[in-house]
Nanobody
């Protein structure tokens, strides 16, 4: 199993970023996928989840209405569109199979600052 996140960076408050997670080593189209994040000094938290077919999504209250999770099963990739970013969104973002705690990617840093 390999998970490779990308798309992070430095953005001003109110800005947008789109994260990508390229997956391999398992049947991607059969797996619910999630994005997590970990801010300095805090525990890793679940941000968003998408069902295997893409028809169902769930979000943490802190990002609801601002973030959108999506997937392209033909490309084995899950995305996280982040709009109206706030300084408190600053964290390392990771993707993972929703029900498999064994494998994590290296993460991608998102910094929201003026």
């Amino acid at each position: 199993v390999q998970l490779v996140e990308s798309g992070g960076g430095l953005v001003q408050p109110g800005g947008s970023l789109r994260l990508s997670c390229a997956a391999s080593g398992f049947t991607f189209s059969s797996a619910a996928m999630s994005w997590y994040r970990q801010a300095p000094g805090k525990e890793r938290e679940l941000v968003a989840t998408i069902s295997s077919g893409g028809g169902g999504t769930n979000y943490a209250d802190s990002v609801k209405g601002r973030f959108t999770i999506s997937r392209d099963n033909a490309k084995n990739t899950v995305y996280l569109q982040m709009n109206s970013l706030k300084p408190e969104d600053t964290a390392v973002y990771y993707c993972r199979r929703r029900f498999d705690t064994r494998y994590w990617g290296q993460g991608t840093q998102v910094t929201v600052s003026s």
